[in-house]
T-cell receptor
Framework: DTGVSQDPRHKITKRGQNVTFRCDPI?????LYWYRQTLGQGPEFLTY????????KSRLLSDRFSAERPKGSFSTLEIQRTEQGDSAMYLC?????????????????FGPGTRLTVT | RKEVEQDPGPFNVPEGATVAFNCTYS??????FFWYRQDCRKEPKLLMS???SGNEDGRFTAQLNRASQYISLLIRDSKLSDSATYLC????????????FGAGTRLFVKA
């Protein structure tokens, strides 16, 4: 399977605990995205990497959230001191940088997500 | 005003019907546009990119109107398997990497 993978698929944790999620993108993709999705809403952009560089962070990403992509391949998203409001589906997606003059580009392919429940 | 707005749902249509979804975006500098499909409790899957000239893929047709900042998706001859949530997606920013999703429009196709 050469798609985007995420681990774990489900995580239940108690409020105040730290959690870490992993994303393995499609191997030839240099761009990696993290999103959060709650029921009835579309995914909300959290952060973006091009290779190992984190180029954009949403204001949704509080100080308790940190993401890394140390070697430009897999990425981790850590949430410290979890709160009940952090309960959501955390989605990872990857894409490649579109070629110049290409009409479209940056088609993103999503992993299955990690469903976080904070009790 | 939301950055990406979609028709409120749900849409309930019989098999064989034609259904159209609309989407507007607020940032005139937006660079690329997509429609995704999301089944219940699954990840979004790319349905089609939306090109300036419009594009068609089988029963699906997407249109982009940059002047009006409007995107549409037309589904002809609806199938039961088309039942899903359809998400309008816009890429903004230099390099077009900041991605904004609409809230989605739910479609139910009934026999």
């Amino acid at each position: 399977d050469t798609g985007v993978s995420q681990d774990p698929r489900h995580k239940i944790t108690k409020r105040g605990q730290n959690v870490t999620f992993r994303c393995d993108p499609i191997s030839e993709h240099n761009r990696l995205y993290w999103y959060r999705q709650t029921l009835g809403q579309g995914p909300e952009f959290l952060t973006y990497f091009q290779n190992e560089a984190q180029l954009e962070k949403s204001r949704l990403l509080s100080d308790r959230f940190s993401a890394e992509r140390p070697k430009g391949s897999f990425s981790t998203l850590e949430i410290q001191r979890t709160e009940q409001g952090d309960s959501a589906m955390y989605l990872c997606a990857s894409s490649f940088t579109p070629r110049p003059n290409r009409q479209a580009g940056n088609e993103q392919y999503f992993g299955p997500g990690t469903r976080l429940t904070v009790t | 005003r939301k950055e990406v707005e979609q028709d409120p749902g749900p849409f309930n249509v019989p098999e064989g019907a034609t259904v159209a979804f609309n989407c507007t975006y607020s940032n005139s500098a937006s660079q690329s546009f997509f429609w995704y499909r999301q089944d219940c409790r699954k990840e979004p899957k790319l349905l089609m990119s939306v090109y300036s000239s419009g594009n068609e893929d089988g029963r699906f047709t997407a249109q982009l109107n940059r002047a009006s900042q409007y995107i549409s998706l037309l589904i002809r001859d609806s199938k039961l398997s088309d039942s899903a949530t359809y998400l309008c997606v816009v890429n903004e920013g230099t390099g077009g990497f900041k991605t904004i999703f609409g809230a989605g429009t739910r479609l139910f196709v009934k026999a």
